[in-house]
């Protein structure tokens, strides 16, 4: 804007007789004559200057003109960002979305694993817990069960489950096996 408009400071300091002394007393008639050609030279270089500041000035069609332009502008970059935050809103939804089902499946996966837990504790329990488990030491195993079923003892006899009794260090495991 400084391009089309001067303040009066800047024309002061402009002429040919800036940098000169002020003028020294003189007859009034010779005073007069050189105060009307200083003024009318100042009157030449005041129109000139406003005749170059108005071809510089902006006219109102070309300051409503520059004005729907940027205007137009504007609202082009507008709906550019709307766009942009029209995707990324589509995105962030989808990143919900998918945040709820993932938090959804860890729970379950903990509940599941949890239960699993739970399970086997109380098989353990439910196991150490029964009564009628047989404990046998010093006698050798195919006998007994020989003697109990009163048959032969079959080669391959299913158990829940057995736990072996701490024996002496050093002694045979093979005959006489603790069965709990």
Request: proline share 4%.
């Amino acid at each position: 804007m400084d391009d089309y408009v001067s303040t009066p400071a800047d024309l002061r300091g402009t002429g040919p007789a800036a940098n000169l002394a002020p003028a020294s007393p003189r007859t009034e008639s010779a005073g007069v004559s050189s105060e009307e050609g200083d003024r009318s030279n100042a009157l030449s270089l005041i129109r000139q200057e406003l005749t170059r500041i108005s071809a510089r000035m902006l006219t109102k069609v070309d300051s409503s003109g520059l004005l729907q332009e940027f205007r137009t502008a504007v609202r082009e970059e507008i709906s550019a960002i709307r766009s942009d935050l029209s995707a990324v809103e589509v995105r962030v939804d989808a990143l919900e979305t998918e945040a709820q089902h993932r938090a959804a499946e860890i729970a379950a996966t903990r509940q599941g694993n949890l239960l699993l837990t739970l399970r086997r504790q109380v098989e353990e329990l439910e196991n150490r817990s029964r009564r009628q488990n047989i404990r046998i030491r010093g006698l050798p195993a195919q006998a007994l069960f020989r003697h109990i079923l009163g048959r032969e003892c079959p080669a391959d006899i299913q158990f829940d489950r057995i736990h072996r009794a701490l024996g002496n260090p050093g002694t045979s495991c093979v005959a006489y096996t603790p069965i709990a």
